[in-house]
T-cell receptor, first 112, second 113 residues
Framework: QKEVEQDPGPLSVPEGAIVSLNCTYS??????FMWYRQYSRKGPELLMY????GNKEDGRFTAQVDKSSKYISLFIRDSQPSDSATYLC????????????FGKGTKLTVNP | DSGVTQTPKHLITATGQRVTLRCSPR?????VYWYQQSLDQGLQFLIQ???????AKGNILERFSAQQFPDLHSELNLSSLELGDSALYFC????????????FGEGSWLTVV
């Protein structure tokens, strides 16, 4: 079983839709959870960073962590064509980026 | 723009050859990370340097090596290249050795033919 599983999609939604992206993981030691957005042929950029369980909101983006289920989610409200990108979840067992484990990414297309 | 600079952006080389990828971290960042991204493997951590010293090693092949120089720029050397080494290679940087956030460069796209 891979440490981090992420549905690669692709996911296609109409503009204005609510998007739900998810990852599951197997390592119960993971404590830090991140979502990165990667546009085509560009480097990943950090979107959200959360510690342990709970929710975090930033504008149209909400990150949720359920450690009991080993499941994390990213919700995008009022999705825009500019949100079209690949979204990667990442997590680590301590506050050390060298142990960051990435999901393979979900490709999202938001159609105008 | 993340502030992390990578060169070259693209390169094509033949099997058996050697290439060097260069990375300049964000101003003030002491840690440099190298990642490999391919379609089937996703984003794989290769190696981290902190202030000139190797700090952590991931899935880096013996044919690959890296170093961080006194001015904090880093180079990733890939030798005896194989077709399977074709991938996007990212450099990332962070302020400290175990940063909460790392910032990625635009990547170097390597094609081995």
């Amino acid at each position: 079983q891979k440490e981090v599983e992420q549905d690669p999609g692709p996911l296609s939604v109409p503009e204005g839709a609510i998007v739900s992206l998810n990852c599951t993981y197997s390592n119960s030691a993971f404590q830090y959870f991140m979502w990165y957005r990667q546009y085509s042929r560009k480097g990943p950029e950090l979107l959200m960073y959360t510690y342990s369980s709970g929710n975090k909101e930033d504008g149209r983006f909400t990150a949720q962590v359920d450690k009991s289920s080993k499941y994390i989610s990213l919700f995008i409200r009022d999705s825009q064509p500019s949100d079209s990108a690949t979204y990667l979840c990442a997590m680590s067992a301590r506050d050390g980026s060298e142990k960051l484990v990435f999901g393979k990414g979900t490709k999202l297309t938001v159609n105008p | 723009d993340s502030g992390v600079t990578q060169t070259p952006k693209h390169l094509i080389t033949a099997t058996g050859q050697r290439v060097t990828l260069r990375c300049s971290p964000r101003s003030g960042d002491l840690s440099v990370y190298w990642y490999q991204q391919s379609l089937d493997q996703g984003l794989q951590f290769l190696i981290q340097y902190y202030n000139g010293e190797e700090r952590a090693k991931g899935n880096i092949l013996e044919r690959f090596s890296a170093q961080q120089f006194p001015d904090l720029h880093s180079e990733l050397n890939l030798s005896s290249l194989e077709l399977g080494d074709s991938a996007l290679y990212f450099c990332a940087s962070s302020l400290d050795r175990g940063g909460n956030t790392i910032y990625f460069g635009e990547g170097s796209w390597l094609t081995v033919v």
